[in-house]
């Protein structure tokens, strides 16, 4: 029962803002395809324009070196508001370069007053690839994640492609809400190759 946000790729595949009722029906609070331009409402946070494109229905946007205080191309949206009711947040991301940095990561940030707070992404530590947080392994293939906002309570859930059911990765609590923003970004990515 919560509302969801889809948006879509990031090197990633579209994604949307749902909202399940308590009658069980669900309702989109926002949802960009990523065709031909960004919808309404979205935010570059460090734009590099040369290193973001949309093409055959997703956002890609390239791996830069750097890390959650100075990622370039970091597209934030304002959140929607956390006392209105639980939502979640949905992206297919997937890297149609495997990584090869330690901590090359893409997926979703949370702000709080224009403070990276938490992440859910898919990370490549140590040569392997992983759901974080909780360090969930994974295979390097496209993945569904979830960040369901419930209040002050997060649950991070994740579905490998080809998998039926969302698997959870951790849980926990967001600081008091303030400017929230969610973001979808990559960083840790090589300075002289590149990485979608």
């Not at 973001?52 to 990622?71: H, K, M």
């Amino acid at each position: 029962m919560w509302r969801t946000a889809l948006f879509g790729v990031l090197g990633l595949i579209p994604m949307t803002l749902l909202s399940q009722s308590r009658a069980e029906e669900t309702s989109i609070i926002f949802a960009d395809p990523f065709q031909e331009r960004l919808a309404d409402g979205w935010h570059w946070l460090r734009e590099l324009p040369e290193a973001w494109r949309i093409r055959e229905g997703g956002l890609e946007i390239r791996a830069l070196p750097g890390d959650a205080n100075s990622v370039k191309n970091a597209l934030t949206r304002p959140a929607p508001d956390r006392t209105a009711g639980a939502f979640a947040v949905e992206v297919t991301v997937s890297n149609l370069t495997p990584p090869t940095i330690q901590f090359e990561q893409v997926g979703i940030t949370w702000y709080v007053d224009d403070k990276p707070v938490f992440k859910l992404v898919k990370e490549l530590i140590d040569g392997k690839m992983y759901i974080i947080p909780g360090r969930k392994p994974v295979e390097n293939v496209a993945v569904r994640l979830r960040l369901v906002i419930d209040g002050n309570r997060w649950i991070a859930q994740y579905r490998p492609a080809g998998e039926k059911d969302f698997l959870v990765a951790a849980e926990g609590a967001l600081p008091p809400a303030k400017n929230d923003q969610v973001s979808l970004q990559c960083y840790h990515g090589p300075q002289d190759s590149e990485h979608w």
